[in-house]
């Protein structure tokens, strides 16, 4: 198994989208509250860390956390609105301190849809520049994009655009929205997308990266809305592969841990071919519509071999693979029972044992009121919904002065 943790290395953005699901908290890193959790991860065997935010590249020390990790001989990648990313010498100070991979965002290629879901200007071009300067880093990149209701029809037409502009970028991540937290749960009329909204143009999108010999992975999504791309639904993957995921939240959630990747299903579903390695609908928020789901009766084993048997995934070693012996290991999986959901935590995740996350200081929650009250400004003009929450920090409670 190639388990990879997330760790939010800040939670402030310079961006606005109104679909964020980890806006800013009064919780702040330094190098040392991320090392220790850098070593959590190394404690627990895992092969990578993912640094993600907010946006991370603004925390002045992400050169060095980077280091670390890679020192530790944690395979390094970031999440990153491509915005500071952009600057040649900052890419390169990143690589040369080991980062691997840049997970860049690009909502859409259409500059108008782009600024709107960003909330300010200039970030398509921002993040072109950013795929090129990380290319001449010697990071390789991928491209993230968030599933929304102003994209839907045209995810095809991105990849499509990218690769043009960029064809040294070899892999595409889609996260269908999550409607659950953050500004995502108060803005969902106007962003979350019905499942059939998308379904004929990720398909595009997807029949274009595989016919190109890209790959691709697809988070949040049922499989009977990419049944002839299964294999590339991140959830099927954790499932078949039986891995688990490590996020050290930088807010009261703190670190959590999801070894269960099914959401909730439609009763069409008991006679689906695929139910015992789809991740179903993602159901916390409650913004998708479990009637869009319909069963699919296709071999299930080819699925699972090509997962299996990905020479390009760390988590496998080339080896004959054993179906029957899947199998049973897949049963024995599957037969232990469900924990039970606890209503603060994102689906499918149990509280982590684990060190603290990040620290609530004086002067950090001096900071976190100061970006509240300037971002409820930023969102009264662009006429999005500010996330849940008061104006005033001191409804976190303090744990460090
Ligand atoms: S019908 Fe249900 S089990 Fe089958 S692919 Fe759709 S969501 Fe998954």
Not at 27 to 54: N, S
Not at 251 to 275: F, I, M, N, P
Not at 300 to 325: H, Q, W
Request: charged share 25%; hydrophobic share 35%; net charge negative.
């Amino acid at each position: 198994m190639a388990n990879i943790g997330y760790l939010q290395v800040v939670r402030h953005c310079n961006h606005f989208c109104g679909f964020c699901s980890n806006p800013t908290s009064p919780y702040e890193h330094t190098l040392e509250t991320m090392k220790v959790l850098v070593d959590d991860l190394v404690g627990r065997g895992y092969f990578g860390v993912v640094l993600t935010g907010g946006e991370p590249t603004l925390h002045p020390q992400l050169p060095d956390i980077a280091r670390y990790a890679s020192e530790q001989g944690l395979h390094v990648r970031m999440i990153t609105n491509g915005w500071k990313l952009g600057d040649r010498s900052f890419a390169r100070a990143l690589g040369e301190a080991g980062l691997s991979i840049a997970h860049v965002s690009i909502y859409s290629v259409r500059t108008a849809i782009e600024h709107k879901l960003r909330g300010i200007e200039g970030t398509l071009e921002r993040a072109f520049a950013s795929l090129e300067a990380a290319h001449e880093a010697g990071i390789e990149i991928n491209v993230n994009c968030v599933i929304n209701k102003l994209n839907a029809d045209h995810l095809d037409e991105n990849v499509r655009v990218i690769v043009e502009r960029a064809p040294w970028v070899r892999h595409f991540v889609w996260n269908n929205l999550d409607p659950s937290m953050g500004r995502a749960e108060v803005n969902q009329a106007e962003l979350t997308p019905r499942l059939g909204d998308f379904e004929l143009s990720l398909h595009r999108a997807l029949a274009f990266l595989e016919k190109s010999g890209r790959t691709y992975r697809v988070e949040r999504v049922p499989l009977c809305y990419m049944t002839d791309f299964s294999h590339a639904s991140t959830e099927t993957r954790k499932i078949v592969k039986g891995e688990e995921r490590v996020v050290h939240f930088l807010d009261d959630k703190q670190t959590v841990r999801q070894t269960d990747w099914e959401h909730v299903y439609a009763e069409g579903c008991t006679s689906c071919s695929l139910r015992s390695i789809c991740g179903g609908l993602f159901d916390r928020g409650n913004a998708y519509d479990p009637g869009e789901l319909a069963p699919v009766f296709v071999p299930l084993e080819p699925i699972v071999r090509r997962v299996m048997t990905d020479g390009e995934d760390p988590a496998i070693t080339p080896s004959n693979f054993d179906y029957a012996a899947w199998q049973r290991a897949h049963e024995a999986r599957r037969a232990f029972p469900r924990r039970s959901r606890d209503a603060d935590l994102p689906p499918q995740v149990e509280r982590g044992d684990g060190p603290a996350v990040g620290l609530v200081t004086e002067e950090s929650l001096k900071r976190f009121g100061a970006k509240r009250r300037a971002e409820a400004k930023l969102a009264e003009r662009l006429g999005v919904t500010q996330e849940k929450g008061t104006l005033e920090p001191s409804v976190t409670p303090r744990r460090e002065s």
